[in-house]
């Protein structure tokens, strides 16, 4: 997930979003309850959607945005919009 985020491979943040779900499903899947991967993954999950759902909505960005705030402004969610 981390060279994919560096290298810009994530088009919107649901693609990101959608990475780490299934890496904690993974890691629940190949790491019997109560070990300690599986916790750590338990406890990874918790705090990264406690941090997600805290974070600001993001607004949606055009490649031709120069900077001209007359236009539209309204944020949106960020499953759908880029970083």
């Known amino acids: 997930m981390r060279k994919k985020l560096d290298s810009g491979d ?4 649901k693609e ?6 299934l890496m904690i499903k993974n ?3 190949f790491n019997p309850q ?5 916790i750590a ?3 990874l999950q918790r705090l990264f959607e406690d941090k997600w759902k805290n974070l600001p ?3 949606e ?5 120069d900077g001209d705030d007359s236009e539209d402004d309204e944020t949106r ?3 759908s919009y880029c970083f």
């Open 10 to 13: 994530y088009a919107n943040s």
């Open 16 to 21: 990101f979003y959608n990475d780490f779900k």
């Open 27 to 29: 890691c629940h899947a």
């Open 34 to 38: 109560g070990t300690p991967v599986q």
């Open 41 to 43: 993954g338990a406890e």
């Open 57 to 59: 909505p993001l607004h």
């Open 61 to 65: 960005v055009s490649e031709s945005e």
């Open 77 to 79: 969610s960020r499953e």
